[in-house]
């Protein structure tokens, strides 16, 4: 070859090269724009309600005590987020509200509503709403001027929201919402003796298994059941995971090219891992589902599946990178067959088996929450119980807290049993 056809090939190469780099940021730019138009980017300042960003985010870490008043007959009922299992006793009230022929109910900072045949509302630096439900509607009467944008009227219905509640008004109920801070009846419910005690009164009080029952068997956020929910998340990820491990390590042996001569088997056997991990674990959740109905025993299944796959192929690729060294010193001592697998080549694989089953248990208790929801198991289920209802978002911070502890603790716990039983260091 000819120092001018080397010449020549080298200016080709570098011409290649620049037209890729000129060609690249149009690539990217092309791509952007077609993202942009094609997902709507600029419709989405009309799709974005920030009135509702701001109730869901204020729901998460606060609760709203609901006094309603039936509009037929004239009954009050006040209950924490509108629960019957939050309602107070008939004749007791917050003391804010002031129980009477006309219920007064005080949000605070000058904001006064009074319950009864006619309903008012005195809001500060506006006036007075008065409305009388009845057949003919809420009848709402404002004061004269434009209606803010806070108010939202009609013939049958009337909502006011501001900073101090919300006043909703429909021809057969009124009901105020009044927001706190804090998760009311986290502890203990209404109908316990333990309600409103201070820590200091709690401690003086000295009955502490009647706390925990109360407490542990609270209505409402349903502790027990929660606990229960996390336990079956974790044993659905290790059932699920290590099941898989127990299935995959034999069946690697089969695929790994050194174990197995024969081709067609090995072909066969990673087909099938191929097939198994290729199929999303949400995808065997609902087919399992189908097939033997919810419950966390379909969600372990899946699981099972999809992990098999991808142990089997982990498995077998450590299988085929062994040090036959070792198989080779116990063949010549006259070990069988089992004794070499188990004692020249189980010991190698350890460390990475070990490894990644333990990645994958952790991996897999976030997983088993989305299955749950699914298959009807384990703190996914409340998650999604709690979502569906999009009343109660503070149980689904709860829930959601509780998770990320979870996963927290499980990933320490694989942690130091990797470091444990791979490299001897129990810190």
Do not use: C
Request: hydrophobic share 45%.
């Amino acid at each position: 070859m000819t120092t001018a056809t080397l010449t020549l090939q080298a200016e080709r190469l570098i011409a290649r090269k620049k037209l890729i780099a000129l060609a690249a940021p149009v690539l990217i730019a092309a791509y952007l724009i077609y993202v942009f138009f094609a997902f709507d980017v600029p419709g989405l300042r009309d799709r974005v309600s920030l009135d509702n960003m701001n109730t869901l985010l204020r729901d998460t870490y606060s609760y709203k005590t609901h006094v309603t008043q039936d509009n037929r007959n004239g009954e009050v009922s006040i209950a924490i987020e509108g629960e019957r299992k939050g309602t107070y006793p008939q004749g007791d009230s917050p003391d804010w509200v002031k129980l009477g022929p006309a219920t007064s109910v005080d949000l605070g900072d000058g904001h006064l509503i009074t319950l009864g045949e006619t309903v008012r509302y005195d809001i500060p630096g506006y006036g007075t709403v008065t409305a009388r439900p009845g057949r003919s509607g809420v009848n709402a009467e404002l004061p004269p001027g434009a209606v803010p944008d806070w108010i939202n009227a009609a013939r049958n219905r009337i909502a006011i929201t501001t900073d101090a509640g919300r006043l909703t008004i429909t021809r057969n109920r009124t009901e105020v919402f009044r927001y706190f801070t804090g998760w009311e009846l986290f502890f203990f419910t209404l109908d316990s003796p333990f309600h409103d005690l201070s820590l200091t009164q709690l401690i003086a009080n000295g009955d502490y298994g009647g706390m925990w029952s109360d407490f542990w068997n609270n209505k409402m956020w349903r502790h027990a059941d929660v606990a229960w929910a996390l336990v079956e998340t974790v044993l659905m990820a290790f059932l699920g995971t290590f099941g898989a491990a127990i299935i995959a390590l034999p069946m690697g042996f089969l695929a790994a090219r050194n174990f197995t001569p024969l081709g067609a088997a090995r072909f066969a056997a990673r087909r099938i891992f191929d097939f198994l991990r290729g199929v999303d674990g949400l995808i065997w959740t609902i087919v399992l589902s189908r097939a033997f109905g919810p419950g966390p025993l379909t969600g372990s299944l899946a699981i099972m599946l999809t992990d098999t796959g991808t142990f089997g192929k982990i498995f077998s690729e450590a299988l085929e990178n062994v040090d036959d060294k070792q198989i080779e010193g116990l063949t010549s001592t006259g070990a069988r067959p089992l004794q070499r697998y188990r004692f020249g080549v189980i010991p190698q694989i350890t460390p990475i088996l070990l490894s990644q089953v333990l990645y994958y248990l952790e991996s897999n208790t976030r997983s088993a929450t989305i299955i749950g929801a699914i298959t009807g198991g384990g703190i996914g289920l409340l998650l999604t119980q709690a979502i569906i209802t999009q009343k109660d978002w503070e149980e689904v911070t709860y829930y959601i807290v509780l998770i990320i502890l979870m996963v927290m603790i499980m990933d320490s716990l694989s942690g130091w049993l990797r470091r444990r039983l791979i490299s001897g260091d129990a810190s």
